[in-house]
């Protein structure tokens, strides 16, 4: 008697059963994931071009490779992975968006680019990363916190350098306070803290060099034929900046006073000196010279210039430097051409 035949499943027609959530109809493996042993049916083929990691396990030289069917699916067991992170890869590279729904969590997205990098899907999503990564442009440390670990495992200079130069800005407790610290290898995780507190040390110390210019540039501006000693208006002129953004009040929660600079965010800082130069030094008389006063340049107009240049410079981390310690000129052609450039300079004068 002729041995009876066995019928593939309709193409597209889902034959799972109900606790198997189905990427892939007609899917010839289903992934075992996490400790939950979330089951999810998926196509070898897919898997394969997405992933070089996947493409040589399901490959001919693995056992996870022999038995594949899209009749008799064979279960893989991935015990170690997080079965959200790789449900949300394997729904995006089985073209199932709607199923993945909006704006990924940070710790979520997170835990994909650890899968990402772990299986090498990086190129494959490089797309759905770009919109999983919008949430960078909010200044939330936490967030952000979460996106900088992220765009590590992925590789990313520029999600990399974007999210810590967010973060340096938006933050102003030390970095270790927001936790993650086993979220980067031990060598880059160190060398990443201290880069961090750095480069914001830096960062306060350029912004009060600012401020000081900018009463200085401002005070240069007072003219006035009798002595500026002498000048009640001129006083005024010359204290009212320092009173206003360096002292502030006497309990010093307003003022720029280094000791406060060092406890606040840069953003509060840029903030907190717009503010006090956006108040106007008022010329009260005292002095028999006041009809031949000259006014200062505007605190609010040198602020809005000297600021401005601040902020457009900033940048953040790069993730060159974290990964490997080397410094920037040797893998930075920019840098490193202007870095020969100024050595040849002083070669020639010497």
């Known amino acids: 008697m002729p041995e009876k035949a066995t019928l593939s ?47 040589a396990m399901l490959g001919p030289s693995y056992s996870e ?25 394997f729904y995006a590279i089985h073209f199932q968006s709607d199923a993945i729904g909006g704006q990924l969590s940070p710790d979520l997205v997170l835990q994909v680019a650890i899968a990402a990098n772990k299986y090498d899907f990086i190129n494959a999503l490089k797309y759905p990363l770009q919109v999983w990564f919008s949430d960078g442009t909010i200044p939330d440390a936490q967030k952000l916190w979460k996106l ?61 060099s600012r401020i000081v210019d900018i009463g200085r540039s401002v005070a240069s501006t007072y003219k ?8 009640k208006y001129g006083k005024e002129c010359q204290t009212f900046f320092w009173e206003q953004v360096w002292c502030g009040t006497p309990q010093n929660t307003t003022g720029l006073h280094p000791s406060r600079l060092a406890r606040i965010s840069l953003d509060e800082a840029v903030a907190a000196v717009r503010s006090a130069c956006a108040t106007k030094p008022s010329e009260s008389g005292g002095c028999k010279y006041s009809v031949y006063h000259v006014k200062p340049t505007s605190f609010e107009a040198a602020a809005s210039v000297t600021l401005g240049s601040f902020t457009q410079l900033l940048e953040g981390l790069c993730l060159t430097c974290v990964r490997t310690g080397e410094e920037h000129k040797t893998h930075d052609p920019a ?16």
């Open 9 to 55: 499943p309709p193409q597209g027609k889902d034959v799972s059963p109900p606790e198997v959530i189905t990427m892939a109809p007609s899917g010839d493996a289903i992934m075992v994931v996490g400790k939950a042993k979330r089951k999810m049916r998926v196509h070898s083929v897919i898997l394969s071009a997405a992933s070089p990691v996947f493409k």
């Open 65 to 89: 490779g022999a038995g594949l069917s899209t009749v008799n699916p064979k279960e893989i067991m991935l015990p170690e992975d997080n079965e959200d992170a790789l449900q949300t890869i």
């Open 148 to 208: 900088v670990f992220a765009a590590f495992w992925i590789q990313s200079e520029e999600y990399f350098k974007s999210t810590t130069k967010m973060l340096l800005t938006c933050y102003g407790e030390p970095f270790l306070r927001l936790g993650c610290i086993d979220q980067m290898p031990p060598d880059a995780g160190g060398r990443f803290f201290g880069m961090m507190e750095q480069k914001r040390s830096e960062l306060r110390m350029d912004l009060l």
């Open 224 to 231: 006035c034929i009798n002595s500026p000693h002498n000048c």
């Open 335 to 350: 840098v490193a051409k202007n870095t020969v450039f100024q050595d040849e300079e002083g070669m020639r004068r010497g």
